[in-house]
């Protein structure tokens, strides 16, 4: 085995790539692991949410009157306090022990027509869900963020071979909302 000395290039190819990986963690690169949450924040209270939707207003774009689940409020703080222990980023508390606390406010209930068949009946609807939130930190008794008008949704299909109930729809789209609040809830503030 012979070995051969390096030509005069080497060495600064050499001291190149050092100081390239000498440099990367003092530049720091953008990602983690880690979520944006706080350190101190471990635990979360989440007050059950508010109805606030106005039944009689409800509408959709064929004018006719949409199918009202009651509680919807329940399940929706049902499918937050879920996801947290789902994630485990926040661990779901009572209201005196939880180091945060999320509020929240139903204020919308919308189906849209999004496509019609030949004979103009609604093949597919758009079902969305809007709420208002406040994440406080309760160890500081501070406001952290407020977010009016955060939306979650789903779309179903009405007729056809992958048609659903609107019950199973609107199932989704709290369950997509859900997903949008934690994770809006863990990120940077």
Same mark, same amino acid.
């Given at each position: 085995?012979?070995?051969?000395? *390096?030509?005069?290039?080497?060495?600064?190819?050499?001291?190149?790539?050092? $100081?390239? #990986?000498?440099?990367? &963690?003092?530049?720091?690169?953008?990602?983690?692991?880690? &979520?944006?949450?706080? *350190?101190?924040?471990?635990?979360v209270?989440?007050? &059950?949410?508010?109805?606030?939707?106005?039944?009689?207003?409800?509408?959709?774009?064929d004018?006719?009157?949409?199918?009202? %689940?009651?509680?919807?409020?329940?399940?929706?703080?049902?499918?937050?306090?879920? %996801?947290?222990?789902?994630?485990?980023?926040? =661990?779901?508390?009572?209201?005196?022990?939880? /180091?945060?606390?999320?509020?929240?406010?139903?204020?919308?209930?919308? %189906?849209?027509?999004?496509?019609?068949?030949?004979?103009?009946?609604?093949?597919?609807? %758009?079902?969305?869900?809007?709420?208002?939130?406040?994440?406080?930190?309760?160890?500081?008794?501070?406001?952290?963020?407020?977010? *009016?008008?955060?939306?979650?949704?789903?779309?179903?299909?009405?007729?056809?071979?992958?048609?659903?109930?609107?019950?199973?729809?609107?199932?989704?789209?709290?369950?997509? #909302?859900? =997903? =949008?609040?934690?994770e809006? $809830?863990?990120? /940077?503030?």
């Open positions: 085995m012979t070995v051969r000395a *390096p030509g005069p290039a080497a060495p600064w190819g050499m001291l190149c790539a050092l $100081s390239a #990986l000498c440099a990367l &963690p003092a530049s720091g690169c953008g990602y983690t692991t880690r &979520p944006g949450i706080a *350190p101190h924040l471990r635990t209270y989440v007050k &059950p949410f508010t109805n606030k939707i106005d039944i009689a207003a409800l509408a959709t774009g004018h006719r009157f949409p199918i009202y %689940r009651h509680a919807m409020e329940v399940d929706l703080t049902k499918a937050v306090l879920d %996801r947290y222990q789902l994630t485990g980023l926040l =661990r779901p508390a009572r209201a005196e022990t939880a /180091d945060a606390r999320l509020e929240g406010d139903l204020l919308a209930f919308r %189906r849209d027509a999004l496509r019609y068949d030949a004979s103009q009946q609604v093949e597919e609807w %758009r079902l969305t869900l809007v709420v208002d939130l406040k994440f406080y930190d309760q160890t500081k008794n501070e406001l952290l963020w407020v977010e *009016p008008g955060f939306t979650g949704d789903t779309t179903y299909f009405a007729t056809g071979s992958q048609a659903e109930s609107e019950s199973a729809g609107i199932d989704r789209a709290i369950t997509d #909302l859900a =997903r =949008r609040i934690v809006r $809830s863990v990120e /940077d503030w």
